[in-house]
């Protein structure tokens, strides 16, 4: 079980300076920051409670008669003092931080935490009020505006804590979860080995569609811990495949039903075969037989598979209703489950029909992981890997130190992989939520290789992705140094870490039910929805940490390399 008091008390230890929230008004600043004082034990300073005592005229008073640049050069000068206090909790006014003067300030020498709800709560909680802001225009106008041009001044803060419906005692947990991952991630690796978070909340940063990811262990028990208040009281419309539902979504179920109007639950076969038409169709007719409304709530407990149907069924129900995604495979725990893509497969090809549909929270429990199989395990692990390849080399180098340990089940080693790669992830969908700019599309890093091996495979359990994903990213190595850019050194560390823990490496290791060649993995890799007109498209590595894509690649080339992991 997760002790939010082990966070507080971690907080309370490690935190040596004062925390400061900012955000829009309305979003309870100060109703959060002052329970969370109290929670550690620390002062408590709203900025503006200070400066109406020290000028001894309200708000209003300052803004009509002073004027805004007053007020705000008041609210600089009060907030820098404030900062002078150590450990504390300050509310700071909801325009602060957009003075840069005070932005620095704050940026320097506080951890920021930005306090972030939608427009509807926002509006609600505005509701009747005085503020001078407030009084001229439309409210839902002026908050829209106010929150375009504060975005990015807000996202400066070290944390995005998301208010997505919850009671102030909710948001208070969810602060002093993001506050303890923060500070785990910036200690440093010695630090590290002796700190480990039993639970973590991320926050996927994306307008009005961001959403939080809470990963440790015992999660499935408490979801009164991250089920947000607004999505609580509905109706739950479940979905899992026959491996889980026994292992834990019967279980679930108990702990989630108190807190729903209703549950009901579609239990559907394990694999590939599921994200199809027909299965998808079938989830939507259970679902309006079951009487499903705009604000029913599907959860999708599974791996990617029952993860990606799901989301798909959830976009396209009603035109699209709340979903809450609960990946049990390591796989879906660091890649399928976050980042909003969702969809099935057509007869001919994977994945072609779909949407971006982003859920509203994400679960990743590390008990589901215990039944696992080990080749599953090593599936997801391959996903890990590739988040260092592309993007972190001192993370692939922990994963050359750790991973062994991570595969054996170590809890603390797991939550750091996971951990990193959902960071990772989010990250970068956060900067190109649906593969536009070219960013997003680095993590098909190994993929084109790897879509073309399943494909060829056909998909019935003979080839797991993360399999494939590891042969793909073998190939893309000896690619990226084939055109020039990785050493052969880094080939073969990259190489010998997959193998040394019992990752497919070459094509040879797939039994293939019938035998292959390299034209038909090459004609298909021509109809891979990532190819262009310009040719087949790689994502290659400069050097491992760094990834880029390659377009016009030499057929040539990959025939050859692809023979060459034949043989
Ligand atoms: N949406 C995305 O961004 C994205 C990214 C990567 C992969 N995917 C998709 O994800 C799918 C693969 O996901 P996957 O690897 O999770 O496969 P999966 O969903 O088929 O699960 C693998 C197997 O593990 C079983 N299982 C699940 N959880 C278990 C548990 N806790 N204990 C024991 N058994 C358990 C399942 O029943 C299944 O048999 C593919 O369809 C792939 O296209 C999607």
Redesign the pocket.
């Known amino acids: 079980m997760i002790e939010i008091e082990h966070c507080q008390d971690d907080v309370k230890a490690l935190l040596d300076r004062p925390i400061v929230l900012v955000g829009m008004m309305g979003v309870g600043k100060t109703t959060v920051g002052r329970l969370l004082a109290t929670r550690l034990g620390w002062s408590f300073y709203d900025s503006d409670d200070e400066i109406v005592r020290s000028v001894g005229k309200s708000i209003s008073e300052i803004f009509s008669e002073d004027g805004e640049p007053a007020f705000r050069d008041l609210e600089r000068a009060t907030i820098k003092h404030l900062l002078a206090n150590g450990p504390c909790v300050i509310s700071s006014g909801g325009g602060g931080i957009t003075v840069s003067e005070t932005a620095q300030a704050i940026k320097e020498r506080s951890l920021c935490i930005w306090m972030d709800a939608g427009l509807p709560i926002l509006l609600k909680r505005t509701e009747g009020s005085d503020r001078p802001l407030l009084m001229h225009g439309n409210p839902e106008e002026v908050l829209k505006n106010l929150l375009e041009k504060r975005r990015s001044h807000y996202a400066q803060a070290h944390i995005h804590a998301l208010d997505d419906g919850l009671t102030p005692e909710e948001m208070v947990n969810r602060i002093l979860l993001q506050i303890r991952e923060h500070l785990y991630v910036s200690s440093s690796e010695s630090e590290k080995e002796k700190f480990v978070p039993e639970a973590i909340c991320l926050t996927v940063s994306l307008f009005d569609r961001s959403y939080p990811i809470f990963i440790g262990c015992g999660l499935l028990k408490q979801p009164d811990l991250w089920l947000a208040h607004d999505l609580q009281g509905r109706d739950a419309f479940v979905l899992t ?4 539902r026994e ?2 979504t019967d279980s679930f179920v108990e702990t989630l039903s108190p807190l729903m109007k209703s549950v009901s639950i579609m239990e559907l076969a ?3 075969q599921t ?1 199809s038409f027909e299965r998808f169709q079938a989830v939507l007719e259970w679902m309006i037989e079951n009487g499903v409304k705009r604000d029913s709530v599907v959860f999708a407990v ?7 149907l799901a ?1 798909f069924a959830s976009s396209s129900i009603l035109r699209g209703i709340d979903f809450v995604q609960i ?3 390591l ?2 725990q660091v ?2 489950s976050v ?1 909003g ?3 099935i497969n057509s007869k001919s090809a ?2 072609m029909i779909g949407a971006f549909y982003q859920p509203r929270t994400v679960v990743i429990d590390l008990d ?2 215990a ?3 080990r080749r ?1 395990w090593l ?2 692990y391959a ?1 890990i890997v590739k988040y260092g390849l592309i993007g972190d080399e001192d993370f692939f180098e922990w994963l050359e130190s750790h991973g062994a340990l991570m595969l054996g089940g170590r809890i603390s080693e797991a939550i750091r992989a996971i951990e990193s790669g959902c960071r990772m992830k989010a990250e970068i969908v956060c900067k190109d939520e649906r593969e536009e700019n070219g960013l997003r599309a680095l993590l098909n890093f190994g993929h084109t290789f790897a879509h073309a091996l399943e494909s060829a495979a056909g998909y019935d359990g003979t080839l ?3 399999e494939a994903v590891s042969i793909g990213m073998v190939l893309a190595a000896r690619l990226s140094q084939r055109l020039g850019y990785l050493v052969q050194d880094d080939v073969n560390r990259i190489y010998n870490h997959l193998k040394s823990l019992g990752l497919k490496t070459e094509i040879s290791d797939v039994a293939f039910k019938e035998d292959i060649t390299a034209d038909q993995l090459l004609l298909i890799m021509r109809k891979d929805k990532k190819a262009s007109v310009s040719g087949l498209k790689f994502v290659v590595l400069k050097r491992i940490g760094q990834a880029v894509l390659e377009s016009g690649v030499s057929e040539n080339m990959v025939k050859e390399l692809l023979e060459g992991s034949m043989k």
């Open positions: 495949d026959y491996n889980v292992r834990l394990p694999g590939e994200k599974g791996g990617g598979v029952i993860g990606d989301g990946p049990t495979t796989l879906s890649d399928s980042g893509k969702t969809g994977k994945n589901s992981l039944s696992l199989p599953e599936s997801g996903e797991l992705h993360g």
